[in-house]
């Protein structure tokens, strides 16, 4: 655990995007060769790290690597100089998840069943996230593994306590893209055209009157275009308008609800105008659905180690530990950073001496689990 502020400055400094990870690879899998684990590659990127104490199943830990591309402005010593940033605190991850596999090393003998550590690509990508990837190689069948953990540090959390709660906790997602397609003409004959812009325009208008009127107050989703674009010159007949968003729920029958909706009022705007709309919904990431028996082990725990656990909020952000969690039961929760900026802000850090209470958390689960 003493080594751990030192593995998050040096990740710190060599930040790549998603399936990128090629020097923080190198990094994790050169301290792992020093350890008295077995590891190997998943993929170009992943690692798995399998401390063997010849039990015939696993518990799981999985930290995210991948960074993302904004320029850091934090000026700290050990800033990002290549234009990539940890600003959503994987560096955290990585460095918490190694001082966990030097726990086991020195100590992994105390433990009765094997440990798999799962230093995993690519979850800022939505939607492609290296979750599958890990999932679709068949390591969690592989190892016989049981229950999983993770961690995300999160801003706004009192700081030094991990908050968790049964159920969801982050959203189900995917991204949402409508491509219209109508006919050019001259805005002075727009009988002759098929105006995809004004379809377009329509569709939006329908969707937010039935955000509005429609669902429920207090209905927790997600139904968001954030850009749009159209048009060749202001005195034609608009041929090509798209737009892009965002759909997220916390119950997958609602999301399903939400995703039919944007289908049928693009049908509708189709048959009124003659346009033809092509609804794009990107792949899917679940909910976040945190294990309500194991949760209240969780809880104890991390209280029997003197960590204060809290009642977590949930967030419309989506996390692809989801896609463990279709296969085992497992648990996800946030590590409290306090007042700190937010994740994905180009100024983001915290205090690094709040990672010993990850570690010390993870040890807790060690000791209850295995």
Same mark, same amino acid.
């Given at each position: 655990?003493?080594?751990?502020?030192?593995?998050?400055?040096?990740?710190?400094?060599?930040?790549?995007?998603?399936?990128?990870?090629?020097?923080?690879?190198?990094?994790?899998?050169?301290?792992?060769?020093?350890?008295?684990?077995?590891?190997?590659?998943?993929?170009?990127?992943?690692?798995?790290?399998?401390?063997?104490?010849?039990?015939?199943?696993?518990?799981?830990?999985?930290?995210?690597?991948?960074?993302?591309?904004?320029?850091?402005?934090?000026?700290?010593?050990?800033?990002?100089?290549?234009?990539?940033? =940890?600003?959503?605190?994987? /560096?955290?991850?990585?460095?918490? %998840?190694? #001082? $966990? +596999? @030097?726990?086991? !090393?020195?100590?992994?003998?105390?433990?009765?069943?094997?440990?798999?550590?799962?230093?995993?690509?690519?979850?800022?990508?939505?939607?492609?996230?290296?979750?599958?990837?890990?999932?679709?190689?068949?390591?969690?069948?592989?190892?016989?593994?049981?229950?999983?953990?993770?961690?995300?540090?999160?801003?706004?959390?009192?700081?030094?306590?991990?908050?968790?709660?049964?159920?969801?906790?982050?959203?189900?997602?995917?991204?949402?893209?409508?491509?219209?397609?109508?006919?050019?003409? =001259?805005?002075?004959?727009? /009988?002759?055209?098929?105006?995809? %812009?004004? #379809? $377009? +325009? @329509?569709?939006? !208008?329908?969707?937010?009157?039935?955000?509005?009127?429609?669902?429920?107050?207090?209905?927790?989703?997600?139904?968001?275009?954030?850009?749009?674009?159209?048009?060749?010159?202001?005195?034609?007949?608009?041929?090509?308008?798209?737009?892009?968003?965002?759909?997220?729920?916390?119950?997958?029958?609602?999301?399903?609800?939400?995703?039919?909706?944007?289908?049928?009022?693009?049908?509708?705007?189709?048959?009124?105008?003659?346009?033809?709309?092509?609804?794009?919904?990107?792949?899917?990431?679940?909910?976040?659905?945190? /294990?309500?028996?194991?949760?209240?082990?969780?809880?104890? +725990?991390?209280?029997?180690?003197?960590?204060?656990?809290?009642?977590?909020?949930?967030?419309?952000?989506?996390?692809?530990?989801?896609?463990?969690?279709?296969?085992?039961?497992?648990?996800?929760?946030?590590?409290?950073?306090?007042?700190?900026?937010?994740?994905?802000?180009?100024?983001?850090?915290?205090?690094?001496?709040?990672?010993?209470?990850?570690?010390?958390?993870?040890?807790?689960?060690?000791?209850?689990?295995?």
């Amino acid at each position: 655990m003493e080594n751990v502020i030192r593995y998050r400055r040096e990740l710190h400094q060599i930040p790549e995007v998603g399936f990128c990870e090629v020097q923080t690879a190198a990094y994790i899998r050169e301290h792992l060769s020093k350890l008295s684990c077995s590891w190997e590659a998943v993929g170009d990127t992943g690692t798995i790290a399998f401390f063997n104490h010849g039990a015939g199943e696993a518990i799981a830990f999985r930290a995210d690597i991948d960074a993302l591309s904004i320029a850091e402005e934090t000026g700290l010593p050990f800033a990002s100089q290549n234009g990539c940033m =940890h600003a959503c605190g994987h /560096d955290a991850h990585m460095a918490m %998840l190694l #001082a $966990l +596999a @030097d726990h086991l !090393s020195a100590q992994g003998g105390t433990y009765r069943k094997n440990i798999l550590l799962i230093f995993q690509p690519a979850e800022e990508m939505v939607g492609t996230g290296g979750a599958k990837q890990i999932c679709d190689a068949g390591i969690l069948e592989r190892f016989r593994v049981t229950k999983i953990f993770g961690l995300h540090v999160w801003p706004q959390v009192k700081a030094g306590t991990i908050a968790v709660r049964p159920g969801p906790l982050m959203a189900q997602a995917a991204n949402l893209e409508l491509v219209v397609r109508g006919k050019s003409s =001259h805005c002075a004959r727009p /009988d002759l055209g098929i105006d995809a %812009l004004a #379809a $377009l +325009a @329509d569709m939006i !208008s329908e969707l937010n009157r039935y955000k509005r009127e429609d669902i429920p107050v207090g209905t927790e989703y997600l139904l968001h275009l954030g850009t749009i674009s159209g048009g060749d010159a202001g005195n034609i007949v608009c041929q090509n308008a798209r737009a892009e968003g965002n759909i997220r729920a916390f119950d997958p029958p609602l999301f399903d609800a939400l995703c039919q909706k944007v289908q049928d009022t693009a049908a509708e705007i189709d048959r009124r105008y003659g346009t033809m709309t092509e609804v794009r919904i990107g792949t899917v990431y679940p909910p976040v659905f945190n /294990d309500a028996a194991l949760v209240e082990a969780y809880k104890t +725990a991390l209280t029997d180690a003197g960590i204060e656990v809290l009642a977590a909020e949930k967030t419309m952000i989506s996390e692809d530990f989801s896609r463990y969690q279709q296969r085992v039961s497992g648990v996800f929760a946030f590590l409290g950073l306090g007042d700190v900026p937010a994740l994905h802000n180009n100024r983001f850090d915290f205090n690094e001496e709040l990672m010993r209470v990850g570690v010390r958390a993870f040890i807790a689960l060690l000791k209850q689990f295995a």
